[in-house]
């Protein structure tokens, strides 16, 4: 069963594709999988697209269709603390359903009795006061970090899951 590694937007994703051997394209339920090896890893990358229904959607789609054994979500997302600032990376253990991708595929994977691993960069402060250059800042700091990322996590979540 492979790990799903999830981004919500390309510029996230477009890296980790560069890396996956061999490459299968599959399209399923409008969503574009791509299965092979990263690292010696066996995972499906997928782009949930940006909201909540659409990660609920897609997280959903990968578990069933793919049978993923444990999910790892990555990329931009914005800051509610006043601890969080734009640029820090965070490490999800809870979730609000605020509008936010994380908590509807934490859910999804919590009925599905699938670990989750989150980790984001905080590309804004998520109220109207956003003063960050976005595709720059997704260019340089995101797309990067996302990519680092998920090849520092690969060696650990290689071993088997218990569940």
Excluded: W, Y
């Excluded at 790990?3 to 599959?26: F, G, S």
């Amino acid at each position: 069963m492979p790990l799903a590694v999830l981004c919500a937007l390309p510029e996230e994703q477009q890296a980790l594709l560069a890396d996956l051997l061999p490459a299968r394209r599959e399209v399923v339920g409008g969503r574009t999988l791509h299965h092979g090896r990263l690292a010696g890893v066996e995972v499906v990358l997928v782009l949930s697209g940006i909201g909540k229904v659409a990660a609920a959607a897609t997280i959903t789609l990968l578990l069933q269709h793919c049978g993923a054994r444990a999910v790892l979500f990555t990329g931009v997302a914005g800051g509610l603390g006043p601890q969080v600032q734009v640029g820090h990376v965070v490490v999800g253990d809870h979730f609000l359903q605020h509008d936010m991708e994380s908590a509807a595929v934490a859910q999804v994977c919590a009925d599905f009795g699938r670990p989750l691993a989150v980790v984001r960069s905080i590309s804004d402060r998520a109220d109207d006061e956003a003063h960050v250059d976005f595709p720059r800042f997704l260019a340089e700091v995101a797309a990067p970090l996302a990519h680092a990322v998920v090849m520092a996590a690969l060696p650990a979540l290689a071993a088997p899951v218990a569940r």
